[in-house]
């Protein structure tokens, strides 16, 4: 009888396991479908607008007319900037609270939960936030730096949790073994932790600025222009950016400019993906060091 009641309930288990498994494969499949519907839907209306001269014009009037140039170095210049006022920021403060900080005091918890509930604030906020600021520095308003400090605030919330997992990641015999060699502890934290952490921390980096490139709402609501028929001269000057340029163009009411969004769309993508790749190659490489 025993015998018989377990088998039951591991059939049941059984059941239920399989239940949860289709549930999820079917979750998956749909969020890919749906995905590949997307991007097919948006490939066939950017089909024989994207060419050389779409990439090297500047936007018009004429939908034939139109590029995307302006909007792509400004993202390009956006991101540049981004990196190097996020990363070192967000790496430093992850290594400060990991290696340094005392967890149980209660700056530290303050700290700590601050961080996490910043990273689900609305990118909206953080544009509302730059516009508060940057309109009592009127020399920097509607400017690329006023934009690459925006989306940096919008990501070190990222780049901190994700460097503070890849910190605490690190083995503790390893730093106990360079303390052993005699090491004091910013040699051991730049010699063992950091190159031991570096894929981790380029993986939080890769999501971080993914996540920048992709953003229109922050830049729109600190003044970046929608129509720029120059390039950007210097971080103070006016600027545009490839969602941004997206949303104008789909906004327009001539049809053609639907396609030439769909092109610019692709566009943004490939930006996305080029980054991407070469941050998951440099990650690669340093975890086949390890």
Do not use: H
């Not at 060419?51 to 014009?57: E, K, N, R, T, V």
């Not at 906004?251 to 053609?256: M, N």
Request: hydrophobic content about 55%; overall charge positive.
């Amino acid at each position: 009888m025993k015998v018989e009641y377990d088998k039951n309930r591991i059939a049941k288990r059984n059941f239920k396991s399989n239940m949860f498994a289709t549930f999820v494969l079917s979750v998956i499949i749909l969020c890919f479908a749906t995905l590949i519907w997307l991007i097919t839907s948006i490939v066939i209306d950017a089909a024989g607008w994207i060419d050389w001269q779409f990439i090297m014009s500047f936007p018009s009037r004429f939908p034939e007319k139109s590029g995307v140039l302006p909007g792509l170095v400004g993202s390009l210049i956006l991101t540049i900037s981004i990196s190097v006022i996020a990363v070192p920021i967000g790496v430093g403060s992850a290594i400060y609270l990991e290696e340094y900080a005392n967890r149980k005091g209660l700056f530290y918890k303050i700290i700590d939960i601050s961080i996490s509930n910043l990273s689900g604030v609305p990118s909206i906020i953080y544009g509302i936030l730059g516009l508060s600021l940057f309109s009592l520095i009127t020399i920097l308003k509607g400017t690329i730096l006023a934009g690459a400090i925006t989306l940096s605030l919008l990501i070190l919330p990222v780049v901190i949790v994700s460097s503070q997992e890849a910190l605490k990641a690190v083995p503790r015999s390893l730093k106990e073994a360079a303390y052993g060699l005699g090491m004091s502890k910013w040699q051991m934290i730049v010699a063992v932790v950091i190159p031991y952490a570096l894929p981790g921390m380029l993986t939080g980096v890769i999501l971080a600025l993914s996540r920048a490139i992709g953003e229109g709402a922050p830049l729109i609501v600190i003044g970046a222009a929608t129509f720029v028929n120059k390039l950007p001269s210097s971080l103070t000057s006016s600027f545009t950016a490839l969602p941004i340029q997206v949303f104008y163009w789909s906004s327009l009411p001539k049809a053609e400019f639907q396609n030439v969004a769909a092109a610019g769309s692709i566009v943004l993508i490939a930006v996305l993906l080029l980054f991407n790749s070469i941050a998951i190659i440099l990650r690669n490489k340093y975890q086949r060091r390890q």
